[in-house]
Structure formats: structure tokens, C-alpha cells
């Protein structure tokens, strides 16, 4: 049994969760509402170092040893949080990393002060939507769109 490690992410973490980052889009290109996602969501790339210091936003990995196998973003404005990316790497997921992230998000969330949390799901991921309803995360809101 592994039990979930999940830190505040350092500068150091920047290249890994570039990685991970590109990994991430590249899953959900094929996913209904990918591309538009994808679009409407530029890559932070080699931003991260920048995201991380960042005092409105909120990074947290998970990590198995000094592997990075996860990341989650949480923004925070005035008292709204909103998770912008969340993910695990296929070889860690369902041992409670995706979890664990969300539970640090929510964490780093209350602790400066929001008093709501958004986040999103595409259409079909079912994962996602599982991960966002254990912690008790409904939909409030489905957005429906065609390309014209």
C-alpha cells in the first residue's frame, strides 16, 4: 500500500511539471472538448517557476520518493479558488494521489481564506468527475458549446 505524499511545489519542481503538463494536454486532445480546452487553457510551459511563487496561486505535487508523479493548481481570487489543472501520471492513479492533491487544494484553499472552490471536468471524464464528487464537488453549471 502506498500512502499519498503530496508538498507545496519549489522552483525546483519547474521542468517536471512542464512535463507532466505536456503530458496532461496531450491525454486530453482526444478528449471530448479537448482542443477547445486546450485553446481556452494556454500552457504554463516554462512559466511554472513563475506560477509557483505566484501568491495567488497555490501548487501542490504529489511524489513517491523524489519521483513527481502529480500536480494540482488552485487560483484564488478574493474568496473564490479555482482549480485550473489537476493530474496524475496513469502509472499512480488509483492509489489516492488524484485525492490527495484535491484534498492539499482544498487545504491551501481555506487557508487563504475562499470560501468557494470551482473546477472542471470535460465532457465524458468520468475520472475527473468521480475525483471532484468523492470530495464532495457537485456540478452546478453545465456549459454546452459547438464550433461554428
Known sequence: MIDPLVRPAVTADATVLAELEAEARAA???????????????????RWAEVIEAPETHVRVAHIGDVVVGYIVVEIA??????????VT????????????????????RGAGATTLDGEALPGDRHMKNLYERAGITARLIVVSTDL
Open 28 to 46: 486530453l486532445a482526444g478528449h471530448r472538448g479537448g482542443p477547445r480546452w486546450l485553446r481556452d487553457h494556454p500552457a504554463n510551459g516554462a
Open 78 to 87: 478574493d474568496r473564490l479558488a479555482r482549480v485550473t489543472d489537476v493530474y
Open 90 to 109: 496513469p502509472e499512480a492513479r488509483e492509489l489516492g494521489f488524484g485525492d490527495a492533491l484535491l484534498a492539499a487544494g482544498i487545504d491551501a484553499a
